[in-house]
């Protein structure tokens, strides 16, 4: 029997509310940007106020069911953007958001004692980027706010608590906050302490696919949503899309969103004792997922476009782009130096002088795509160089890969066939689905349709490769 599910995907950029069938067919969704407000009081810090998210995921989920009275809803998941966290207070008030371009710990890093131990239990390196710090960095200029906090979550199962009460977390988006120990599956009291962060604070730790419970009623009986729907937890977004693409042990997926991990899955946790590459819990902690990362890469394009191309097309700017046979300049605006575990600072487009007269906006176009494409095969070069891999072929998904000169571009930079399959474009969404399915005993079928392959084109003359090795020299050039 059919049946329909309603999925919160929460993102970095952008956030939607979907209703999708068990079968994975969308039926309808409400997209919104997300808000963020500067903390003053550090050189780079961000929050967000979680009421102004939940009533923004409310209007969505009014929308949506709004449209649909007649339909039923199953069950209830969420996706959520890693690295990022909601804080509550005693009385069970979520009152602060601490997102993942939040960098408020970075100055006190220094006092984390034991870095590498903390690389080994967490398979993460000791930065500003996770919740650990960015809760360290709270405490040092809001002590009063901090003593407040009596727990947190992750994006995805605060979703959860919104529609049920109960406050756990996902393995997966656990080792996200860098507090967890993924040899022993639990919260390290060791490390919560180098933080200074109570570990009582630490939730639940419950599985993904598993229910949470039943909808709290005032919610059903406001929204329209059947009495008995039940909360399935979902988990962190990469993971999720890796799901939903059926990527299996020894694949490698680059995952193109607002940043493009590029992910393999392991029965065994892996380890680097150069500490190039992050180990994350897959859903449900029974398998491992090693990752290379470029940083921040399809939300500079989309930035890109919507000052320089808001009434374009992706397919119109392909065509644009399909006619160019040279560059006139590269770009760099990636963010992370993954494996030395750098941030790159400077960033921008790099040409010739005098300024070229034949220059249009096709060309920066090309330029800031060509930097995506660049960045990524640098990781996935780096992960080939720890993992080796013999796949004649790599998967695909995310938003990103809706432009195809990325994908030609990936394709002939590899020297791989990149396969997509029906709904990459949506993979977090479809991997809350099938979570959703396996929890009703629906059988998630694989697709029957064959995947969108693009081949690479053999050639060590095409013009992405002529563009890589002048984009490399720049790059270094700019981030010495």
Request: aromatic fraction near 12%.
């Amino acid at each position: 029997m059919e049946r329909n599910y309603l999925i919160v995907d929460i993102g970095t950029g952008n956030s939607r509310v979907a209703l999708v069938t068990s079968t994975g067919k969308i039926i309808d969704m409400d997209s919104f940007e997300n808000q963020y407000k500067r903390d003053t009081l550090y050189d780079d810090a961000q929050y967000f106020v979680p009421a102004d998210w939940k009533k923004r995921i409310f209007e969505g989920v009014k929308k949506v069911i709004g449209a649909h009275k007649d339909l039923k809803i199953s069950g209830i998941s969420a996706s959520g953007a890693r690295e990022s966290i909601v804080c509550y207070d005693a009385d069970g008030n979520d009152f602060l958001g601490l997102p993942n371009i939040d960098n408020r710990g970075a100055k006190w890093m220094d006092e984390i004692p034991e870095k590498s131990y903390v690389y080994e239990k967490t398979g993460r390196w000791c930065t500003e980027d996770f919740p650990a710090a960015k809760l360290m960095g709270f405490r040092k200029m809001h002590k009063d706010e901090f003593a407040k906090i009596k727990k947190f979550t992750s994006l995805s199962e605060w979703v959860g608590e919104i529609f049920t009460g109960k406050i756990v977390i996902e393995p997966s988006m656990a080792c996200e906050t860098q507090l967890y120990d993924i040899d022993d599956m639990k919260w390290s009291e060791k490390i919560a302490g180098f933080f200074k962060i109570p570990i009582e604070t630490c939730p639940e730790v419950k599985c993904a696919g598993e229910s949470i419970g039943k909808i709290k009623k005032n919610i059903a009986d406001e929204y329209g949503i059947d009495e008995n729907a039940e909360f399935i937890i979902g988990g962190a977004d990469t993971q999720l899309a890796a799901k939903a693409m059926n990527v299996k042990v020894g694949d490698i997926c680059i995952v193109s969103g607002t940043t493009s991990p590029v992910v393999t899955i392991l029965d065994k946790k892996y380890y680097d004792d150069k500490e190039r590459c992050w180990t994350d819990l897959n859903l449900g902690g029974k398998t491992y997922q090693v990752e290379t990362n470029p940083g921040v890469t399809g939300n500079n394009f989309q930035r890109f476009k919507k000052v320089m191309f808001p009434d374009t097309s992706y397919a119109e700017l392909d065509e644009i782009l399909a006619k160019k046979t040279d560059f006139v300049c590269t770009a760099t605006f990636s963010s992370l130096n993954f494996t030395q575990r750098k941030s790159l600072k400077k960033g921008g487009f790099v040409m010739r002088a005098p300024f070229p007269q034949n220059m249009d906006l096709g060309d920066y176009a090309l330029a800031v795509l060509a930097d995506v494409a660049c960045s990524i095969y640098v990781q996935y070069n780096n992960l080939k160089e720890m993992i080796p891999n013999s796949n004649d072929y790599i998967l695909g998904c995310g938003g990103g890969f809706k432009q195809k000169f990325l994908c030609h571009a990936i394709a002939d930079l590899t020297g791989k066939e990149l396969r997509m399959y029906e709904g990459f474009d949506q993979a977090t969404v479809l991997g809350c689905v099938k979570l959703c399915n396996e929890f009703f005993g629906i059988d998630n079928k694989e697709s029957t349709s064959e995947p969108l392959v693009y081949k690479p084109n053999g050639s060590p003359d095409s013009l992405i490769e002529k563009y890589f090795q002048e984009w490399r020299v720049n790059r270094n050039i700019l981030n010495p």
